[in-house]
């Protein structure tokens, strides 16, 4: 799994949950396993901002 | 060490704590509003903490949609910043408000691993715990983390004078520990959402 980066701070972000958003009219990353888009949470260390983003595994 | 968990680790010394109070009612007449303004007051008063009242009656959150296709901004950011929420929740017929899940759907990513508790109101004896009971499996999906303290504010309508001056100071001693508890959580989560990974 690549490392994301946080766009402001520059540093590597912390993974540290999956979530499932059922909410995501995207198609394309629905995981039939779990019937939405399963998403990765990184925050980052620096300035505390979470981002998500579609799980690798289910691209 | 590596660079990102010794940057995190300064970062978390200097960042307060940010824990926002939600008002949890739009209705004319709501006496939660002074539980509301009496809750951010206490948060105010501790050291490292800071936070804002929000008031969802001031969101201008459409009602013909729902979830993230009418996240308003301005509480989206907030939501991100925080490390906790309070959520200040009248009982409404054995039921916490609509409105207050129609403005928390609007969020997501912005709850996940961040703790948040629940003050109860209600004009009976029981301090909102029908309402809390019903809101807690929403707040978990929302991907919030709950303490196990809440605030009861019973009878709120003997609880507070006209003003909003609180006039049973019990109610001071019973908050202390529920801050108590919320800011600890929301220290370990925030160490934990920046430093301690998932795998």
Not at chain 1, 14 to 28: F, G, L, P, Q, R
Not at chain 2, 184 to 194: D, N, P, S, T
Request: hydrophobic fraction near 40%; charge should be negative; glycine fraction near 8%.
């Amino acid at each position: 799994m690549s490392k994301m980066i946080c766009p402001d701070c520059g540093i590597e972000m912390n993974y540290h949950a999956d979530k499932v958003d059922y909410n995501i009219s995207d198609s394309e990353h629905i995981d039939p396993d779990f019937g939405g888009v399963l998403e990765e949470a990184h925050t980052c260390p620096g300035c505390g901002k979470t981002h998500t983003r579609a799980l690798e595994k289910s691209l | 060490m590596e660079r990102s968990q010794a940057v995190g680790e300064q970062h978390m010394e200097l960042r307060k704590l940010f824990i926002p109070v939600i008002l949890g009612t739009t209705r004319k007449g709501r006496m939660s509003e002074h539980v509301a303004k009496f809750v951010t007051a206490e948060f105010a008063k501790r050291e490292g903490v800071e936070t804002q009242l929000i008031d969802i009656r001031d969101l201008p959150i459409p009602i013909d949609d729902a979830g993230q296709n009418i996240r308003y901004p301005a509480f989206s950011e907030a939501a991100m910043r925080a490390d906790a929420f309070v959520i200040v929740c009248p009982e409404y017929n054995h039921g916490y408000p609509g409105m207050l899940k129609h403005v928390l759907d609007t969020n997501l990513k912005e709850y996940i691993h961040k703790a948040v508790g629940i003050v109860g109101v209600s004009a009976g004896p029981f301090g909102g715990t029908r309402a809390i009971q019903d809101l807690l499996p929403v707040l978990r999906e929302l991907g919030l983390v709950t303490i196990f303290w809440d605030g009861n504010f019973s009878s709120v309508q003997s609880a507070f004078d006209e003003s909003g001056n609180l006039l049973d100071q019990a109610y001071v001693r019973r908050l202390d520990k529920f801050m108590k508890e919320l800011i600890w959580m929301a220290k370990v989560l925030r160490h934990g959402r920046e430093n301690i990974s998932l795998e």
